[in-house]
């Protein structure tokens, strides 16, 4: 494809000359890194990655928290702390699982059976309405499933939950039911049932933990979860490279079909013939950036039409393993509380003084999602302080509770960089709504972990969006475009609507829109498959 001329070349903007380059990726998570390397790869390496913080990675961010044996703090893992659906033998591996292995990043899995549950009593066996909650999973994927498969209109989670027979509050022990819920659904989608959609939030699980694998593996690595994907960036990029902006902020992002302009709050601009945009929806929904002209109304559309999610990991450090002189108690890993009056108040508390992960360390963490992100993270250290003690001390009536030495959280919703954590598909979505959030606008393009229609949420979405866009504009640019996968659609510019049509055909799950595996139904559950390449 013969690339038109630029527009003629600006000499300055605010008396900074523009930086010319081939590609402007905007962003150094894991999208940027990887739309980087997927040109490096086709041997284009005239690209400039712009980064608001000072380091690579992105939401893979980490923070020094307490204080460990050698008096150093402790690495605690902000943002994403798992590895997601491995892979098993035979089957296809999660290519994040291929770099945690790579660059030799510390992990222990996570065990579900060391779980004990609790309420405003103390302890309070209700694992067994875990286990009638998880039978019921089976069943919404079937339902969801029959939904997909037959073009139907999408419903939300707590609609498909009703209609297969699960309702928390004619359960035998509704807050225990409320509490598995949770801890199931929105511990793991940072939105509630009744905000989700069936269709795509059983979609995006079953890609990740059928595809794959159920594993969870959780990174306790001290020099950073992020260190895979400096590690990969550090494949193409020399120490020092000028191509890396670290400390930039974009403000404004001029485009055409000729070109993209780039500005930066400290003044400075770059020229490019793409550009790519990988920050967050969040980032996206907050008007941070201003674009000219204004994106079109079915782009704008598409980013309102989707939401950002927040996950918060509260961190504690106590003077002491407090809850591990009782045997019982001394290797579990996970405490599910049930509250007696608000549905997900302070519910997943998580060892990780425990074999494999900081043994000795005194260090819990309790994590919230959700609207109630938004209020602890709004509140002082001190008040939510005073609230987990409260719920702890609930928890372990026959226990002294030691106030802790440190307590810790990221604010996730006021990051300016992220405004939340991942993100999730309202009800009555279709393929048709997010292809529109992944489609180029004339030269500007999209990538992130919230483009991915089977993997949203997820590390790997972020990764296999990534390598895509490189792909598409390798392919652009005139070298060789290796995207490949199911239907028409892996190469070239991004098809839009400009009319939504409310529901998704089984023809539009193809590659032109984003669905990169093949998917079928069996035994009434959305399965999918690998095509292997
Ligand atoms: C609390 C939390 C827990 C998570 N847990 C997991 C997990 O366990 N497993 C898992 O697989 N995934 C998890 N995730 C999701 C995972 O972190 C993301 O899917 C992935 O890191 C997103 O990568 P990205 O490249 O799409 O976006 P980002 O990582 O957000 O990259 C975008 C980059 O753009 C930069 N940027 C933003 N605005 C500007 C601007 N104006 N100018 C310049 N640069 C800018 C940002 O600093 C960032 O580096 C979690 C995320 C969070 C926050």
């Given at each position: 494809v013969a690339?038109?001329?630029?527009?003629?070349?600006?000499?300055?903007?605010?008396?900074?000359?523009?930086?010319?380059?081939?590609?402007?990726?905007?962003?150094?998570?894991?999208?940027?890194?990887t739309t980087a390397q997927a040109l490096h790869n086709q041997s284009i390496s005239d690209f400039v990655i712009v980064e608001y913080q000072d380091t690579i990675g992105g939401r893979v961010h980490n923070a020094d928290f307490g204080k460990g044996p050698d008096e150093a703090p402790f690495i605690v893992e902000y943002g994403?702390?798992?590895?997601?659906?491995?892979?098993?033998?035979?089957?296809?591996?999660?290519?994040?699982?291929?770099?945690?292995?790579?660059w030799n990043i510390s992990n222990t899995p996570s065990d579900f059976d060391k779980f004990l549950t609790y309420n405003e009593s103390g302890a309070f066996d209700f694992l067994d309405e875990l286990a009638a909650f998880e039978a019921i999973m089976d069943k919404l994927d079937a339902e969801a499933g029959e939904i997909l498969l037959n073009n139907l209109q999408d419903r939300t989670v707590r609609e498909g939950l009703s209609l297969v027979g699960w309702k928390p509050e004619q359960r035998p022990n509704p807050r225990a039911a409320d509490a598995v819920e949770w801890f199931v659904w929105d511990g793991e989608q940072s939105y509630t049932p009744a905000e989700s959609s069936?269709?795509?939030?059983?979609?995006?699980?079953?890609?990740?933990?059928?595809?794959?694998?159920?594993?969870?593996?959780?990174?306790?690595?001290?020099?950073?979860?992020?260190?895979?994907i400096k590690g990969e960036a550090s494949l193409y990029l020399s120490e020092d490279d000028p191509r890396l902006m670290l400390n930039t902020i974009v403000t404004n992002i001029s485009y055409s079909d000729q070109g993209v302009i780039v500005?930066?709050?400290d003044g400075s601009c770059i020229e490019a013939d793409y550009a790519v945009c990988t920050f967050s929806i969040g980032v996206l929904q907050h008007d941070v950036v201003t674009f000219e002209p204004a994106l079109p109304d079915w782009k704008h559309t598409a980013i309102e039409m989707f939401q950002m999610g927040t996950y918060t990991k509260i961190f504690l450090q106590f003077p002491y393993k407090f809850w591990g002189n009782d045997s019982a108690l001394a290797d579990i890993q996970f405490f599910l509380y049930a509250d007696p009056i608000q549905r997900g108040w302070y519910p997943i508390w998580q060892s990780l003084d425990t074999e494999g992960f900081f043994p000795g360390s005194g260090i819990l963490f309790v994590t919230v999602v959700n609207r109630e992100s938004y209020r602890v993270e709004r509140q002082s250290n001190e008040d939510t302080l005073a609230e987990v003690m409260e719920v702890?001390?609930?928890?372990?009536?026959?226990?002294?509770?030691?106030t802790p030495d440190y307590i810790?959280?990221?604010?996730?919703?006021?990051?300016?960089?992220?405004?939340?954590?991942?993100?999730?598909?309202?009800?009555?979505?279709?393929?048709?709504?997010?292809?529109?959030?992944?489609?180029?606008?004339?030269?500007?393009?999209?990538?992130?972990?919230?483009?991915?229609?089977?993997?949203?949420?997820?590390?790997q979405g972020a990764w296999f969006e990534g390598r895509d866009i490189g792909g598409r504009l390798a392919g652009l640019l005139g070298a060789e475009c290796t995207n490949e996968g199911p239907g028409d659609g892996a190469c070239g510019e991004m098809e839009h609507y400009e009319t939504l049509h409310g529901t998704t055909t089984a023809d539009e799950y193809d590659i032109g829109n984003g669905w990169d595996t093949s998917s079928f139904q069996e035994d009434g559950v959305i399965v999918v498959s690998y095509d292997g390449e």
């Amino acid at each position: 494809v013969a690339i038109p001329p630029l527009p003629v070349k600006r000499q300055s903007y605010n008396g900074h000359t523009c930086t010319r380059t081939k590609v402007a990726i905007l962003g150094a998570g894991i999208a940027g890194i990887t739309t980087a390397q997927a040109l490096h790869n086709q041997s284009i390496s005239d690209f400039v990655i712009v980064e608001y913080q000072d380091t690579i990675g992105g939401r893979v961010h980490n923070a020094d928290f307490g204080k460990g044996p050698d008096e150093a703090p402790f690495i605690v893992e902000y943002g994403a702390n798992w590895a997601q659906g491995l892979g098993s033998p035979g089957g296809p591996e999660n290519p994040i699982w291929t770099f945690e292995k790579k660059w030799n990043i510390s992990n222990t899995p996570s065990d579900f059976d060391k779980f004990l549950t609790y309420n405003e009593s103390g302890a309070f066996d209700f694992l067994d309405e875990l286990a009638a909650f998880e039978a019921i999973m089976d069943k919404l994927d079937a339902e969801a499933g029959e939904i997909l498969l037959n073009n139907l209109q999408d419903r939300t989670v707590r609609e498909g939950l009703s209609l297969v027979g699960w309702k928390p509050e004619q359960r035998p022990n509704p807050r225990a039911a409320d509490a598995v819920e949770w801890f199931v659904w929105d511990g793991e989608q940072s939105y509630t049932p009744a905000e989700s959609s069936l269709v795509f939030g059983a979609a995006v699980s079953n890609f990740t933990f059928k595809q794959y694998s159920d594993e969870n593996n959780f990174i306790i690595d001290q020099r950073g979860h992020n260190t895979w994907i400096k590690g990969e960036a550090s494949l193409y990029l020399s120490e020092d490279d000028p191509r890396l902006m670290l400390n930039t902020i974009v403000t404004n992002i001029s485009y055409s079909d000729q070109g993209v302009i780039v500005v930066n709050e400290d003044g400075s601009c770059i020229e490019a013939d793409y550009a790519v945009c990988t920050f967050s929806i969040g980032v996206l929904q907050h008007d941070v950036v201003t674009f000219e002209p204004a994106l079109p109304d079915w782009k704008h559309t598409a980013i309102e039409m989707f939401q950002m999610g927040t996950y918060t990991k509260i961190f504690l450090q106590f003077p002491y393993k407090f809850w591990g002189n009782d045997s019982a108690l001394a290797d579990i890993q996970f405490f599910l509380y049930a509250d007696p009056i608000q549905r997900g108040w302070y519910p997943i508390w998580q060892s990780l003084d425990t074999e494999g992960f900081f043994p000795g360390s005194g260090i819990l963490f309790v994590t919230v999602v959700n609207r109630e992100s938004y209020r602890v993270e709004r509140q002082s250290n001190e008040d939510t302080l005073a609230e987990v003690m409260e719920v702890l001390r609930s928890m372990f009536p026959d226990i002294e509770v030691p106030t802790p030495d440190y307590i810790q959280y990221p604010r996730w919703t006021q990051t300016p960089w992220a405004y939340g954590s991942f993100s999730n598909w309202p009800p009555g979505t279709t393929l048709e709504m997010h292809q529109n959030l992944r489609a180029n606008v004339d030269r500007l393009w999209f990538a992130g972990e919230h483009t991915s229609s089977s993997y949203f949420g997820y590390m790997q979405g972020a990764w296999f969006e990534g390598r895509d866009i490189g792909g598409r504009l390798a392919g652009l640019l005139g070298a060789e475009c290796t995207n490949e996968g199911p239907g028409d659609g892996a190469c070239g510019e991004m098809e839009h609507y400009e009319t939504l049509h409310g529901t998704t055909t089984a023809d539009e799950y193809d590659i032109g829109n984003g669905w990169d595996t093949s998917s079928f139904q069996e035994d009434g559950v959305i399965v999918v498959s690998y095509d292997g390449e």
